[in-house]
Nanobody, 124 residues
Framework: VQLQASGGGLVQAGGSLRLSCAAS????????VGWFRQAPGKEREFVAD????????HYADSVKDRFSISRDNAKTTVYLQMNSLKPEDAAVYYC??????????????????WGQGTLVTVSS
């Protein structure tokens, strides 16, 4: 499956952005999709994921109650709505996919496919 992340940009602290991860190539509904982020000099970290049916989601503690992940299998797209953005949310955000039906949190190296990343900059 090919993934294309988009929607990043520059936003003031407290603002919102919605990231999109558009998929193509395989049966999208078979895939768990996760969002990760990587800030300069830091390791890639888990942000959120959503299972194939959208029944199960997980969030990193740092984004819980501010970010919301959703998916539209008909449009083969996963969204990450980011509200109340903080300067520490600034990073390159990546979406990733794993062909699995379970819903536990997977590490970055357990995902099979990655998008190219979209840059989120938050000004204070």
């Amino acid at each position: 499956v090919q993934l294309q992340a988009s929607g990043g940009g520059l936003v003031q602290a407290g603002g919102s952005l919605r990231l999109s991860c558009a998929a193509s190539g395989r049966t999208f509904s078979d895939y768990l999709v996760g969002w990760f982020r990587q800030a300069p000099g830091k390791e890639r970290e888990f942000v959120a994921d959503i299972n194939w049916s959208a029944i199960s989601t997980h969030y990193a503690d740092s984004v819980k109650d501010r970010f919301s992940i959703s998916r539209d299998n008909a449009k083969t797209t996963v969204y990450l709505q980011m509200n109340s953005l903080k300067p520490e949310d600034a990073a390159v955000y990546y979406c990733a996919a794993k062909q699995i039906y379970s819903s536990r949190i997977y590490r970055a190296n357990e995902y099979d496919y990655w998008g190219q990343g979209t840059l989120v900059t938050v000004s204070s």
